[in-house]
């Protein structure tokens, strides 16, 4: 008799998408943080904001926290 398979535990994919998107972002900044402009901090602090709302939208089906 063989294992049966594993079932997928990770089957909401937007969230995943939206989890890995924001695991590159945060690694992206760490990187890059000390020869970033202003801007480009400005920029970065904003989209990870957006990224935390939307990861909070998805895992919770509801909408964003403000």
Do not use: C, F
């Amino acid at each position: 008799m063989s294992p049966r398979p594993k079932a997928e535990r990770r089957s909401n994919q937007p969230l995943r998408e939206l989890l890995d998107e924001l695991l590159v972002h945060s690694r992206e900044i760490a990187r890059r943080a000390r020869q970033m402009t202003a801007t480009e901090l400005d920029y970065s602090q904003q989209r990870l904001e957006w990224l935390a709302d939307e990861v909070w939208r998805v895992a919770t089906g509801g909408a964003a926290p403000h």
